[in-house]
């Protein structure tokens, strides 16, 4: 926390943390204190006050269950608590350093309070109450995650010795899933025949089972702990929030206590993340081999060379992870919002569904396809003191670096065009086909124009901002780092329309002067002339782009924690 406050005093850091701050306040804040508003004048004028009382009672009966349910099943779900995933170098030097593995597991676990803390607040601030009321959400909200991280965290410790060499090891660690099993097996008993004699006709009758189960017997002392671990997040009053915060936070300290009795496996978990890193890197071989492609010839332009350089890189890097992980986002955004154009027109039909989807694929990949695809000068940042030691001119590097995104964008938003062209008569049956070849035309030449635009901007900014550059895979986190990334979409957004502007207004004269007489003729021409004039915008801004390029400091490119 004392870093990110003393990053402040950097200009770069201040004002992202003063736009991100603003951003929260006016998404969040002011939004909660119009609903809080809005829900004060409902009551003046009548409105039957929320039974808070009986939803206290259900959140607490059926809260303390869910907890119940998730501490057993931890157990048995073949899942680890990343706080214990300790990396190659941390392995090598902290765990042979004179530093107990008590320690550590403090460590790791004071470590995670600032975010345990940050979602706390966070979650708070949705909370229907005064500012009394949300400080008293927050602070029992934080007690339930650190109770859960911690508890997670010696479930991870403690399964890791169920096949230690020594039997009475195992046995020690065989133990609470032995408990977990029997425990899950007599609420889970129970609760079903509390649901056969109560029969519930509705769902308010299907809470009274819920809560016979906290009335006595084993379930009873089963579920003590998580019902006091959840109580704090329905009490109102101060003083019985005071109370209801005792037995939490001796719930805490227990599991903490707890987990302090496991050190002796970190070192097992630590090794055992090891290895399991180990085998994804070997097993997450590219889903495809970089074998073919084109050879590059012994002279030529310099651009080809960074095209066939982030060609490959981009080809050895693609895992079939990587794929799942860009298109399923892809894949769902597209069908959201083909589907909710078609509600929209009241669209049937598969030409008409396939044309759709082609259709928000180009416009996806068009508008946040530079976004996504950072292999450019966006990714060689980090290599940057390799860049500068080649012969080649500096607006050549950023014409290069660029090639790369511009070519695949292109390319795949030009088959989705197809597509769309293809099936244009069962998408757009309103239009003539003549308007409809004019639009295609249109958007074929366009689109890789607005990519260019985008592709320019962006690069442009790692030239000059290069800090504000997300490097590899990180992502930085933080108000400064949230603000920084609104001010870049920001400066994008603008830098593109003032790079459309001039090309823009050309084409609007030719249409107005020869709509007349050319008719749908005349859109493929007028976004020809804007394209060309967009193009020798982009040329222009590679070459300004170079002498600073060449004043760019390593330095300045702040690495990867």
């Known amino acids: 926390m004392l870093a990110r406050l003393r990053r402040l005093r950097e200009p770069r850091y201040l004002v992202g943390a003063i ?42 009966s059926v809260g303390g269950l869910v907890l119940f349910g998730g501490a057993a099943l931890a157990w048995l779900l073949p899942v680890s608590s990343g706080m214990l995933d300790f990396s190659d170098a941390e392995v090598d030097v902290l765990f042979t350093a004179p530093v107990s593995r008590r320690a550590l597991i403090v460590h790791r676990l004071m470590r995670a309070q600032l975010g345990l803390l940050f979602t706390a607040i966070v979650t708070s601030l949705f909370y229907p109450s005064a500012p009394l ?133 970190l070192q097992d978990v630590a090794e055992d993340a090891s290895r399991q890193r180990a085998s994804k890197a070997a097993a997450a071989a590219p889903a495809i081999r970089a074998r073919g492609g084109f050879r590059l010839a012994p002279s030529g332009s310099a651009e080809l060379v960074f095209l066939w350089k982030n060609m490959t890189a981009m080809l050895r890097g693609t895992s079939g992870f990587a794929l799942f992980r860009y298109f399923v986002p892809l894949i769902i955004a597209v069908v959201g919002m083909s589907t909710a154009l078609m509600s929209a027109r009241q669209a049937s039909g598969l030409g008409m569904t396939l044309c759709s989807l082609a259709v928000f694929v180009a416009a996806f990949l068009v508008v946040l396809g530079p976004q996504i695809l950072r292999t450019d000068l966006r990714s060689d940042l980090r290599h940057l003191e390799v860049l500068k030691t080649w012969p080649v001119r500096a607006a050549a590097v950023i014409r290069g670096e660029m090639l790369c995104p511009a070519v695949v964008l292109t390319s795949v938003v030009w088959l989705a065009l197809t597509c769309a062209t293809i099936l244009s008569a069962a998408g757009f049956p309103n239009l003539a086909f003549g308007w409809r070849m004019a639009g295609a035309s249109g958007a074929f030449v366009l689109g890789p124009a607005l990519i260019a635009a985008q592709l320019a901007v962006q690069n442009a900014a790692a030239v000059f901002f290069p800090a504000w550059v997300p490097q590899g895979d990180q992502r930085p986190r933080g108000l400064d780092a949230m603000g920084q990334r609104l001010i870049m979409l920001a400066g994008v957004i603008l830098c593109v329309l003032i790079f459309f502007l001039p090309g823009a207004l050309a084409a609007a004269i030719l249409w107005f002067a020869f709509y007349r007489w050319m008719g749908a003729a005349i859109v493929p021409i007028a976004a020809l002339v804007c394209a060309a004039i967009v193009g020798v915008e982009v040329l222009a801004t590679t070459e300004l782009l170079g002498p600073a390029f060449e004043r760019l400091d390593i330095l300045s490119v702040e690495r990867a924690e």
Do not use: N
């Open 19 to 60: 736009v991100g701050g603003a951003y929260l306040y006016f998404t969040v804040f002011a939004r909660t204190r119009g609903r809080s508003a809005a829900t004060a004048r409902s009551r003046r004028g009548g409105a039957p006050p929320f039974p808070l009382d009986q939803a206290a009672a259900v959140a607490t």
């Open 133 to 265: 009321g949300r400080l008293r959400w927050a602070v029992a909200m934080w007690i339930a995650l650190s109770t859960a991280r911690v508890y997670f965290t010696g479930v991870t410790l403690s399964r890791s010795r169920l096949t230690a060499a020594s039997a009475s090891a195992r046995r020690v660690a065989w133990a609470p899933v032995v408990v977990s099993l029997a425990a899950l097996a007599i609420v889970g008993t129970a609760l079903v025949r509390a649901f056969v004699d109560y029969h519930p006709a509705d769902a308010a009758g299907a809470i009274a089972p819920i809560e016979s189960l906290y009335s006595s017997g084993a379930t009873a002392v089963l579920l003590w702990p998580f019902r006091v671990l959840i109580r704090p997040l329905s009490t109102t009053g101060l003083v019985p929030f005071v109370l209801s915060l005792v037995p939490a936070i001796a719930v805490l300290g227990a599991t903490a206590v707890w987990v302090m009795q496991t050190d002796a496996a």
